[in-house]
């Protein structure tokens, strides 16, 4: 590697506190709606303000404010006592792959047997959602005296099982089966089970009556709770760490950090395992549009605001691959993190990660005054890499920014891999970014 971090099992007292916090997050939040009242219910209880997006925002110095949309994308952020300098904005997303219910979900499958008709959001690896219990989370949309209300809704309870086909029926099993979603993934419901079963445990659940359900927005749930494990639990293996854990340690270092004369944004946006193209996701202007009534709501003018932009730093925060211990062939020869190793700092020449020289050195910066260490990482150069919410985001808001993430295994398995020192360096990290101001020179050199 570019730069050799000491890996060591041995972990904080701290980060493992830390780290069960984040457990208890990951189980607070089956879906991307559970996980943004989870962030709200946080933020309230640190003293934030809740704005809604269709009213007039009337913003204090020293505020503090939160806004969300769609039910699943939120952005928080504090008003400094004086005059705002800029906007230092960290974003992670708050989906996961998963398989999601159709509103006529039951399917009268052979033997009795009933069935819910579901369809992949994002790209999952669905073999790691068969032959385990599962069930159901999300929202669902009522009529409550003439209006149409939005409600969240968890089945928290073991419902549903993707049962595999025995291996005496198909002996190749262990070499590789394509699965077909509309065939294999339908999970059991019951046998026996009776036409409308299904709607009428959402309603029951939701504490409503079966015809005030108008629509609904289901997803399956992997309900095996995430655990500590490893020989000095130094590892974190859960359901949704990508992205869950940059979202968890950015906004504990959000809410930890000290004054600053920029206004610490934080982002968490639904939809970046879908393209991120839709009314919440990154590529929508709900940055921008907060990002200005922050700039009138702070009585900046439009030149102002304009040179605040142009004072502004984003961290696109989301999880990266380590180097796997069966397949160090799909890594970097140089670049590779590893789990336990600290922040990695996402690179690609053609910009697939917005990472340059002058954004990483800001970064690492931050990353020396937190103490935490940096690692580097690069797609195999004949390998291709995804976007990312900072390309997304930069299209919208074009200001500094950097790719990182924390290193994980099994990215986009119903069970994710991570280190629990890593998810302490990110809070750490973050803490000091966000308590910091960001200067930009005349001649476009940063001191932060
Ligand atoms: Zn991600």
């Given amino acids: 590697m570019g730069e050799k971090h000491p890996i060591t099992g041995g972990t904080t007292m701290q980060d493992q506190t830390l780290a069960r916090q984040l457990l208890d997050f990951l189980q607070e939040s089956p879906s991307c709606y559970?996980?943004?009242?989870?962030?709200?219910?946080?933020?309230?209880?640190?003293?934030?303000?809740?704005?809604?997006?269709?009213?007039?925002?009337?913003?204090?110095?020293?505020?503090?404010?939160?806004?969300?949309?769609?039910?699943?994308?939120?952005?928080?952020?504090?008003?400094?006592?004086?005059?705002?300098?800029?906007?230092?904005?960290a974003a992670g997303h708050s989906d996961s792959p998963t398989l999601k219910l159709r509103e006529n979900a039951e399917l009268p499958s052979p033997g009795g047997a009933m069935r819910l008709s579901v369809e992949p959001y994002g790209g999952g690896i669905w073999r790691s959602w068969m032959d385990r219990p599962l069930s159901v989370a999300g929202r669902i949309t009522v009529e409550a005296e003439g209006r149409i209300e939005t409600r969240l809704v968890q089945v928290?309870?073991?419902?549903?099982?993707?049962?595999?086909?025995?291996?005496?029926?198909?002996?190749?099993?262990?070499?590789?089966?394509?699965?077909?979603?509309?065939?294999?993934?339908p999970p059991l419901l019951g046998v026996g089970t009776e036409a409308g079963s299904f709607r009428a445990l959402i309603a029951r659940e939701a504490g409503v009556a079966e015809e005030a359900i108008l629509t609904t927005e289901l997803f399956l749930y992997?309900?095996?709770?995430?655990?500590?494990?490893?020989?000095?639990?130094?590892?974190?293996?859960?359901?949704?760490?990508?992205?869950?854990?940059?979202?968890?340690?950015?906004?504990?270092?959000?809410?930890?950090?000290?004054?600053?004369?920029?206004?610490?944004?934080?982002?968490?946006?639904?939809?970046?395992?879908?393209?991120?193209?839709t009314r919440q996701g990154a590529d929508s202007t709900f940055l921008t549009d907060i990002l200005a009534r922050i700039g009138?709501?702070?009585?900046?003018?439009?030149?102002?605001?304009?040179?605040?932009?142009?004072?502004?730093?984003?961290?696109?925060?989301?999880?990266?691959?380590?180097?796997?211990?069966?397949?160090?062939?799909?890594?970097?020869?140089?670049?590779?993190?590893?789990?336990?190793?600290?922040?990695?700092?996402?690179?690609?020449?053609?910009?697939?990660?917005?990472?340059?020289?002058?954004?990483?050195?800001?970064?690492?910066?931050?990353?020396?005054?937190?103490?935490?260490?940096?690692?580097?990482?690069?797609?195999?150069?004949?390998?291709?890499?995804?976007?990312?919410?900072?390309n997304i985001s930069s299209a919208h808001l074009s200001v500094p920014s950097v790719d990182i993430g924390l290193p994980q295994l099994a990215m986009h398995a119903s069970w994710e891999v991570a280190s629990v020192a890593d998810t302490g360096a990110l809070?750490?990290?973050?803490?000091?970014?966000?308590?910091?101001?960001?200067?930009?020179?005349?001649d476009g050199s940063m001191q932060l």
């Avoid at 970097?332 to 690179?347: A, Q």
């Fill in 34 to 89: 559970h996980a943004v009242d989870a962030l709200s219910r946080t933020l309230r209880e640190a003293g934030y303000t809740f704005l809604p997006e269709a009213r007039p925002w009337a913003l204090a110095p020293g505020g503090k404010y939160f806004t969300v949309r769609g039910d699943s994308s939120l952005i928080a952020f504090r008003l400094p006592a004086g005059r705002p300098r800029g906007f230092l904005i």
């Fill in 156 to 185: 928290d309870r073991d419902l549903l099982v993707i049962p595999s086909v025995a291996i005496h029926m198909n002996r190749e099993v262990n070499k590789g089966t394509a699965l077909d979603p509309a065939v294999d993934l």
């Fill in 222 to 277: 992997p309900r095996t709770p995430g655990t500590l494990l490893g020989i000095q639990e130094e590892l974190i293996a859960a359901p949704r760490l990508d992205d869950l854990q940059c979202v968890f340690a950015c906004t504990r270092g959000f809410l930890a950090a000290g004054e600053s004369e920029s206004v610490p944004v934080l982002c968490v946006f639904n939809n970046e395992e879908v393209g991120s193209n």
């Fill in 296 to 390: 009138e709501g702070a009585g900046l003018s439009g030149e102002d605001y304009r040179a605040a932009i142009a004072s502004s730093f984003l961290v696109s925060a989301d999880n990266a691959h380590a180097v796997h211990p069966a397949h160090g062939e799909y890594a970097d020869k140089n670049e590779f993190p590893v789990l336990g190793g600290g922040i990695v700092l996402k690179y690609n020449a053609n910009q697939r990660y917005t990472t340059d020289a002058l954004s990483a050195a800001v970064f690492r910066q931050v990353c020396r005054m937190a103490e935490v260490p940096v690692q580097l990482y690069s797609n195999r150069a004949d390998l291709p890499g995804g976007s990312t919410l900072g």
């Fill in 427 to 442: 809070m750490r990290a973050m803490e000091v970014y966000f308590s910091r101001t960001l200067q930009v020179l005349p």
